[in-house]
């Protein structure tokens, strides 16, 4: 025997139960369902629907929704989102799996407790970080550069043992670890901020060189010291070698001298315009003469030496 349609007398009339009295189940393979105005301010227990449904309008639900019953279902949405996507409790849920992961994420802005990547992290923008990075960081392309603000620092090392920083007015290399701080290249340079003054250089198997306004002043060589220039000391000089000088001179106001507590060996001749004075003896190996003369006697050589 056929099934009989259950049809209203015109469309938009009648109703399927009444508000005290409501059907419990609707079951249907299949169903299209078009009203002009519905509305319900009761409850029913449960709608099952076996096959494709199209709803028109807008539609609300209140309570739990559980969609699908296997990971086999899907769930395609084509509208926008107009609300925060919110989880029902903190740190419990995840946004994809370690084997079902989603391929791009597009986000303005990231806030996050912790960020763990078992692949690459790449941003043609900016990456900011307001907290730390630990573990190990390896590019094998290229970069922009790394900014870290002012009394934040790149911190090396298990216990910190090197730090970088800048505290708003001074930058600071600082090593608190075990061993030495090493700076390993074949030349070494420190230059000004410009770039256009070299302060100091250091060549592999060569000279260490110390400039004075882009000038050099000191050289080291294989035998010794270069120096470019003046000597100026406000204390002692000294040397367990020999010191060699074109020539020695008292600086500044006149009566000004120079004083030697051991013997003066000079090889060539002492020219003075004024006089020489000594508390021991002068010993030369040859004769004393005055310039223009021939030898002279011992009386007039002492009036020469102390001004007799």
Known sequence: MATKNFVPRATGEGQLGTDSKKWDKHIAI??????VSASSKGSF?????????ELAGN????????????DTDSLVITADLSS??????????NIGSTSKNWKYGYIEELASTNITASNNISASGNIT??????????????????????????????SDDLRIYHNGSHSFIQDSGTG???LRTSTFQVKNAANDETMIQANEDGAVTLFHNNNQRLVSTAGGVNMTGNITASGHISASGTVFASKFES????????????????????????NISASGDIRADGRIFEQGTSVID???????????
Do not use: R
């Open 30 to 35: 299949s169903g299209a369902y078009s009203y």
């Open 180 to 182: 030495n701080l090493i």
């Open 298 to 308: 011992h009386a007039t050589a002492m009036a020469i030496v102390f001004g007799g």
């Open 45 to 53: 227990g449960s709608l099952f629907v076996g096959g494709n449904s």
């Open 59 to 70: 539609l609300t639900l209140g309570g739990n929704i559980t969609i699908g019953d296997a």
């Open 84 to 93: 925060s996507l919110i989880p029902d409790a903190d740190s419990t849920y």
């Open 251 to 274: 600086a500044g106001a006149s009566g000004e001298t120079i004083s030697f507590n051991d013997n003066l060996n000079i090889t060539g001749n002492i020219t003075a315009s004024n």
């Open 129 to 158: 970080l307001g907290g730390n990075i630990s573990g190990s960081i390896t590019s094998t392309g290229s970069f922009g550069y790394v900014k870290v603000p002012d009394d934040g620092e790149l911190s090396i090392g298990t």
